[in-house]
């Protein structure tokens, strides 16, 4: 194993322990993949703890996305491999079950579109439109089949009653993001019921500009 794998399976294991002690995820649940120099793939096991990782137990895979090493991986690949062969920018993917954008994704009113309000800037900074998609059984292949459709256009997605899913151009921009999206949710949620000044057309498009968000 080389001193970078190694490396990458700490920090795997470090971000996921930091997540799952601040609530961001609990029990077993929530996934994490990043990839590995060679062009393969760690993968937290199927029903793992994040606050209990093993680095040297965490499911590894080739380049031909075969299991080579480790337990087996979370029932959720389809969602990771979707983003994976249609991104390829994407170095790491993040699944967690966040509280309050599941509690969101419930609502009657929310936006499929651009599932995140305007709030702040750092949500469109980190995430750009967030897809709201459908309700689908953990682990049915057809969540990856919803992402494939959705041909790269976007770095983060929310599964409806189920939680939000990011990929990042490394393991700690995907967690930053999806900490971001998580926050975000838990503002909007705080503020339904009264009417909130969200950022203006002019503002949004601004940080678009200077920031080179993905907006499509």
Known sequence: MSSK????????CLMAKSL???????????NISARTEDGGLLVTPTGSCFGRLDPATL???????QLIEGLQPTKEMSLHEAFYSTRSSANAIVHLHGTCS????MMPDADEDNFL?????????????????PYFMPGDPKTGDAIRGLAGKRSAVMLANHGPVVAGKDL????????????????AMMMRGFDAKVL?????QQIITKFNVEWD
């Open 5 to 12: 794998e190694s490396q990458l399976r700490e920090q795997i």
């Open 20 to 30: 799952f002690d601040r609530g961001l995820t609990c029990g077993s649940s929530g």
């Open 59 to 65: 499911s590894r895979f080739d380049q031909q996305g």
């Open 102 to 105: 599941v509690a969101m994704s």
């Open 117 to 133: 309000p305007p709030l702040t800037p750092y949500s469109i900074m980190k995430l750009g439109k967030v897809k709201l998609l």
């Open 172 to 187: 700690e921009a995907a967690v930053y993001a999806i900490e971001e999206l998580e926050e975000t949710a838990k503002l």
């Open 200 to 204: 203006n057309e002019t503002q949004i």
